[in-house]
């Protein structure tokens, strides 16, 4: 089985998106960026600082449901270091939404107070809203505006163009399109975006992807791995071997008695990004 992995996807749209946001950046008071916290590092554009320059940041850490609750307070811990502002939050539930509004005048407290002093008394602020496909960047300025408006759909590339939301009179957010990397340098960093569902499952082999994760399930959360697969195996175990151990104690079998690690795959990958094996971190922070 091959485990090189080659994912090299830079659609035109994306080209045309970093200059727009360069642009666009002229309008903005600070720019919020949406995180995967299952995978904080490997869901952030590597250029996004370069983009940004000096403006105000705020790291938004999204579906904290699915996240290893410790491991989401270490990496809000460690942007708070980088003198991000950081909010979480769960986009279903609703769960840290209302603290939107607060965390942003935190953010800007400095310019509201120029504001005030210069008698600007309505002056909204914008805001920037950036993020990777996937991340949940439209159902999160659903959530914030209570509006319908923008396009969320669970696969990569939905939105497109430039849209401006009004939450109230004081805070307008600036949409724009999900932008990923040139190329994926780091095959690891390629991997743990196919195992949340931001890059297309067709791109890359399953059962292949199955097996690294399965991997760094077994080193990161072998109990659960234990309680769910029933997998009983040495702690250096490779993730072929666990593959086969869960799909046989699944009783995936083919014929002649053969293990089906290319169902147990689809239904490891499928259980992974459900939560049904539990709620996973696969990053810590440097």
């Known amino acids: 089985m091959d485990d090189k992995m080659n994912i090299q996807w830079y659609p035109g749209h994306m080209t045309k998106t970093r200059r727009q946001m360069e642009e666009d950046l002229k309008l903005v008071d600070a ?11 490997a869901s952030r554009n590597p250029d996004i ?6 403006k105000p940041r705020m ?14 307070a270490r990496w809000s811990d460690h942007f708070k270091s980088k003198g991000y502002c950081v909010l979480k939050t769960d986009c279903k539930s609703r769960k840290g939404i209302d603290r ?3 965390t942003v005048r935190e953010l800007l407290a400095e310019k509201l107070q120029r504001y005030l002093e210069r008698g600007f008394v309505n002056k909204p ?9 996937n991340v949940g960047k439209s159902t999160f300025i659903n959530q914030i505006s209570g509006r319908k408006g923008a396009k969320a759909e669970n696969r990569p590339g939905v939105t497109r163009g430039k849209q401006w939301v009004t939450v ?25 975006l196919a195992y949340t569902g931001a890059v297309k499952d067709d791109v890359l082999d399953t059962e292949t992807l199955a097996c690294h994760l399965i991997a760094l399930l077994w080193k990161r959360y072998p109990d659960a791995l234990r309680e769910r697969y029933r997998i009983n195996l040495p702690s250096d175990a490779k993730g072929y071997e666990l593959l086969e151990e869960a799909g046989r104690n699944r009783g995936f079998l083919l014929a002649r008695g053969e293990i089906d690690t290319e169902r147990m795959a689809r239904v490891l990958l499928e259980e992974y990004r ?5 709620r996973f971190t696969l990053e810590e922070p440097e």
């Not at 999900?178 to 991997?191: C, N, S, Y």
């Not at 459900?274 to 539990?278: T, V």
Request: charged content about 25%; overall charge negative.
């Open 31 to 41: 720019v919020c960026e949406l995180l995967d916290a299952r995978i904080p590092m």
């Open 49 to 54: 600082d370069a983009i940004c320059g000096k």
């Open 59 to 72: 790291v938004i850490l999204n579906r904290i449901d699915l996240a290893d609750p410790a491991a989401t």
């Open 100 to 102: 939107f509004i607060p």
């Open 125 to 133: 602020l914008k805001l920037m809203i950036v993020g990777i496909p």
């Open 168 to 192: 109230d009179n004081g805070l307008l957010l600036l949409d724009t399109p999900g932008i990923l990397w040139p190329k994926f340098d780091d095959e690891e960093v390629g991997r743990r």
């Open 274 to 278: 459900n939560c049904k094996i539990g």
